[in-house]
């Protein structure tokens, strides 16, 4: 079975990026258009691994995070965070959102992969 | 992937969107009827902006919107204030960035006359505090000594997991599946960090200490990348394999609570590699 991957990000070209990036690596992607959207598929799959962007209309990925770690529903599903953000200030309020990781944007697609293969075994 | 021409035209599309929203923001802004979540919208549309057009390598583009959007951080930070002035060149930044969109969609350079006092006036409201280059959260590059490393024949790696490392969705499994594959490695685990009672089982505490010798390995580089995320969420020991690890002094443990615990697997090892050999200590 493909590894699934939940993608939650506001801009279009992002998340088309992403689809491209992850599928030609054999993922299968599901994408989400907000946080909100983004909680709601993920209660709705059964995502391996979630990519979520940080700045969001409705929910911020910070929200995602706190809503999959709450909830009874695969709470310890690696989380990447994908962000414009870099430095020690990133890395500080990614853990204490609970996110498994983090890619700054722009990303590199092989530099990606990887890390999501490390991530879920893939 | 980023040269794809389809990608391309959504994220020009996607900007004509955003940069509707910056402008009726913006108009709210002036007119004195926007509230925090119209700045927020207004920030939000000059970070994505910013986000995906650093995927196509349009600097003069990240660099405008990199600015734009630390001004409106600022001021959705309660930082800044609003006044005329900042309001007017918030409307000059929004027309720029609406020029620098179009300069990159038209593939022709930018106006520089007409965006560096822009940038110069948002400049004005961030004192030094922007003037410098991002931090960039990247691994330094080793000098490599290849005298010394010939002799260099691995490294040991022992972890062992706390309490944050599960919480933020970490398996050790998956570490130690990812060292094996930068050498032959010999995997130990040591539970003797377990408590006597049952009732003291804290199941979202590390008990077990892992240990991972590998052969053949000049650099610990590899590893460096592997520990990227967990480095500080586990208590993490490297060092070369001619400089062994002190074992962890033996404490008592309830051999109940051990056979409770999940034996740990023998890793399918790469063809290349061979089979890890997993030991108990004593």
């Known amino acids: ?122 | 992937m980023a040269n794809d021409p389809s990608i391309l035209d959504t994220f020009f599309e996607e900007c004509e969107d955003l940069i509707v929203a910056l402008t009726e923001g913006l108009t709210e802004m002036r007119d004195g009827a926007a509230d925090d979540e119209t700045v927020n919208a207004v920030f939000r549309a000059v970070h994505s902006i910013k986000g995906a057009a650093g995927a196509f390598a349009l600097d003069e583009l990240v660099g405008f919107a990199h600015k734009f959007e630390t001004v409106l951080d600022e001021l959705r930070s309660n930082r800044l204030t609003t006044d005329e002035n900042l309001l007017r060149v918030l409307q000059r930044a929004g027309d720029v960035l609406a020029d620098l969109v179009e300069a990159a969609r038209d593939n022709i350079p930018a106006n520089r006359d007409q965006v560096d006092p822009v940038l110069n006036e948002l400049q004005a409201f961030l004192g030094d505090e922007d003037d410098q280059p991002e931090e960039e959260f990247v691994f330094e590059a080793m000098t490599l000594d290849f005298d010394s490393a010939d002799d260099q024949s691995g490294y040991q790696v022992s972890f062992r997991p706390g309490p944050e490392f599960y919480a933020c969705g970490h398996d050790p499994e998956l570490l130690i599946k990812a060292l094996n594959e930068l050498g032959s490695a010999t995997i130990s685990a040591d539970d003797t960090a377990l408590p006597d009672d049952f009732a003291d089982f804290d199941w979202e505490s590390g008990y077990l200490t892992w240990t991972i010798d590998i052969q053949d390995l000049a650099t610990d580089l590899g590893i460096l990348e592997i520990f990227q995320f967990v480095d500080d969420l586990c208590d993490l020991k490297i060092s070369p394999r001619d400089t062994p690890l002190t074992p962890a002094q033996p404490q008592p443990s309830n051999p109940k609570i051990s056979q409770i615990l999940r034996q740990p697997r023998r890793l399918r090892s790469p063809q290349r590699m061979s089979t890890p050999q997993l030991t108990r200590r004593p």
């Open chain 1, 1 to 122: 079975m493909k590894t699934r991957i939940l993608a939650i990000d506001d801009s279009p070209t992002i998340r088309s990026l992403l689809t491209m990036a992850l599928e030609k690596a054999g993922f299968d992607v599901t994408t989400a258009v907000d946080g909100v959207d983004g909680v709601q598929k993920f209660r709705d799959s059964d995502a391996d691994l979630v990519i979520t962007d940080v700045n969001m209309p409705n929910k911020d990925g910070f929200g995602v995070i706190d809503d999959i770690r709450g909830g009874e529903k695969n709470r310890a599903v690696p989380v990447l965070v994908l962000t414009t953000e870099s430095g020690a200030a990133l890395k500080e309020r990614a853990r204490a959102a609970g996110a498994t990781g983090w890619i700054v944007k722009p990303f590199d697609d092989d530099a990606l992969v990887s890390v999501i293969r490390r991530l879920t075994g893939a």
